[in-house]
């Protein structure tokens, strides 16, 4: 059964950064993706980032990319999403999801069966 578990959310000031970690267990097989989303209040979840570890390529939403940096440590079986520049629109629970596929595009949500617990993050001053 994968497992995941993420951590390294918290209260961040504008301007600041966090590092999030999604680590994951139970994968018994190579070709799969790790997708970071988000859910601020009120508003629809929404993809950020993805590692595809069949090709060691990541996925960005458009409006996120070049703040956000999503990248692998093997040994820990752990995959980050490094968050730079924060703004107070960043605000909202982040969620790690996986599961077993290739993509070669930023996935929706809906495709992932297996979810983290999600970590909050809040950008105030």
């Known amino acids: 059964q994968v497992q995941l578990v993420e951590s390294g959310g918290g209260l961040v000031q504008p301007g600041g950064s966090l590092r999030l970690s999604c680590a994951a267990s139970?994968?018994?097989?190579?070709?799969?993706?790790i997708g970071w989303f988000r859910q601020a209040p009120g508003k629809e979840r929404e993809g950020v980032a993805c590692?595809?570890?069949?090709?060691?390529?990541?996925y960005y939403s458009y409006s996120l990319k070049g703040r956000f940096t999503v990248s692998r440590d093997n040994a820990k079986n752990t995959v980050y999403l490094q968050m730079n520049n924060l703004k107070p629109d960043d605000t909202a629970v982040y969620y790690c999801?996986?599961?077993?596929?290739?993509?070669?595009?930023?996935?929706?949500?809906?495709?992932?069966?297996?979810w983290g617990q999600g970590t909050q993050v809040t950008v105030s001053s």
């Open positions: 139970g994968f018994t097989y190579d070709d799969w993706t």
């Open positions: 999801a996986a599961d077993r596929f290739s993509p070669n595009y930023l996935p929706s949500w809906k495709i992932f069966d297996f």
């Open positions: 590692f595809v570890n069949g090709e060691s390529s990541t």
